[in-house]
């Protein structure tokens, strides 16, 4: 059973509606007071906003962090390459 709304019951019965009619009525008008208004979607959308700009950020870190470790295993590659290929040089006659 839906929540009745009162000032919509007592002005139906006092403009001649029965109190089965006027009842009805009153029911029938969908709650919504748990519907989100324009100052609550705004709030919404700024708390969402600076979230997304806080992950940016993040995300940024996170790649020149990712950046520096793939360079540096770069270089360890390389290093290991031209130390195998010196190796490689030194078993030739």
């Known amino acids: 059973m839906s929540i009745m709304v009162t000032e919509v ?3 139906l019965v006092d403009a001649g509606a029965s109190e089965e009619k006027a009842r009805a009525a009153a029911e029938a008008i969908p709650d ?3 519907l989100a208004h324009k100052n609550d979607i705004a709030e919404l959308r ?3 906003k600076q979230d997304i700009a ?3 950020s993040e ?3 996170d790649i020149v962090g ?3 470790d793939l ?3 770069m ?4 290093g290991a390459t031209i130390v195998a290929i010196v190796g490689l040089l030194k078993l030739l006659p």
């Open 9 to 11: 019951y007592r002005a």
């Open 66 to 68: 990712l950046k520096a």
């Open 75 to 78: 270089w360890l590659m390389q």
């Open 54 to 56: 806080e992950l940016r």
């Open 59 to 61: 995300f940024k870190q």
């Open 46 to 48: 700024s708390e969402l």
């Open 32 to 34: 919504m007071s748990d």
């Open 71 to 73: 360079y540096k295993h």
